[in-house]
């Protein structure tokens, strides 16, 4: 079967998992024609270059997004017949792309839990706080933005339902928790009030009982990921490179994503509703992380693949 052909099977089968394949397919039947013409039976390094000198002349960006397509063809041609070779990543320069999450372990997001609940302040609210709020963050994917802008009525505790009002472009929308994340919640709550002698405006604060601003945040929680081994020391308080806040985030999703092809769950279906409840504007944003972690691309490929061919027989 030439590399044309294949390619339709592919098309067919991400599109199942709800990709929109307007462009990836314009750029892939280019390269599949190409591939066919030069007699290629499999796809590597020294073809997608060939092809690609070949093209007129474009951005980095360009040129990065159509190798970054051909490697998911070619990836997914390699887990059918192992002769194909998938291009490496960074073989064109692009100053564009986007950073490539880390995914936390539940041992690690233990860990940093743990550690905030030590760092040091005169009333103890530090620790505190930024426990709670590293792993309210943890377990509902919230942008850290998100989280310091909730406020003391923002959380029912009746219904357990967490009012995001300050997402992304100012939309708001309400998320539902688990009961036991509504009983850390309260907890925290109870503690903060007593520890402040009174019921602040703002749901996280810190000792002087004002809600901690982005940069604290991300500051404890460098120095907590020093402390765990997660990020090298730094000298003078500096927050060093390694394994951002954010990547809680992405922690969250990957995580909810994978439990859905280990527990059989609708993809299509499910995808919609986490798209909703992290406040992405686009489902390409929530898709993206299929394509941005290994394992979530080789279990949607693999579900994906077992569903095409239920579906030939």
């Known amino acids: 079967m030439n590399i044309l052909s294949q390619l339709g ?15 990836d397919e314009r750029v892939l039947r280019r390269f599949a024609r190409f591939a066919d013409q030069e007699g290629a039976a499999h796809i590597n390094t020294a073809l997608f270059l060939r092809w690609d000198a070949g093209l007129p002349d474009v951005s980095t960006s360009t040129r990065s997004a159509r190798l970054s397509k051909v490697r998911l063809f070619a990836q997914w041609l390699s887990s059918i017949d192992p002769a194909h070779e998938v291009p490496p990543r960074g073989l064109l320069p692009d100053r564009s792309g986007r950073t490539r999450p880390y995914i936390y372990s539940e041992a690690e997001i233990v860990s940093i839990i743990g550690a905030a609940k030590m760092l040091p302040s005169i ?38 339902v967490l009012r995001v009002r300050r997402g992304k472009l100012g939309k708001e ?4 928790l ?12 109870v503690e903060r009030d007593r520890l402040l002698g009174n019921t602040p405006h703002a749901f996280f604060v810190t000792c002087k009982g004002t809600r901690p601003t982005d940069c604290g945040a991300r500051y404890n929680f460098a120095r907590v990921c020093q402390q765990i081994g997660l990020r ?17 985030r992405h922690s ?10 280990r527990t059989g769950k609708d993809p299509a279906r499910e995808m919609i509703q986490v798209t909703t409840y992290l406040g992405h504007s686009d489902p390409d944003n929530t898709f993206w992380y299929l394509e941005a972690v290994p394992e979530l691309l080789d279990l949607a490929m693999a579900r994906a693949t077992s569903g095409d061919g239920e579906m030939d027989q």
């Not at 969250?252 to 092809?261: K, S």
Request: glycine residues 12%; proline residues 5%.
């Open 173 to 176: 929308r309400l998320l539902p």
């Open 178 to 189: 688990d009961p036991s994340v509504v009983v850390k919640l309260t907890g925290y709550a």
């Open 252 to 261: 969250f999703a990957v995580r909810t994503m994978i439990n859905w092809y």
């Open 9 to 23: 099977r592919y098309l067919g089968i991400r599109r199942s998992l709800g990709y929109d394949l307007r462009t």
């Open 123 to 160: 009333y103890g609210m530090r620790g505190l706080t930024f426990s709670v709020l590293f792993g309210l963050i943890a377990v509902t994917g919230l942008r850290i933005s998100e989280a310091l802008a909730l406020d003391q009525d923002d959380l029912e505790m009746g219904t357990g």
């Open 232 to 248: 090298p020391p730094q000298k003078y308080c500096r927050h060093g490179r390694g394994p951002r806040i954010h990547d809680l």
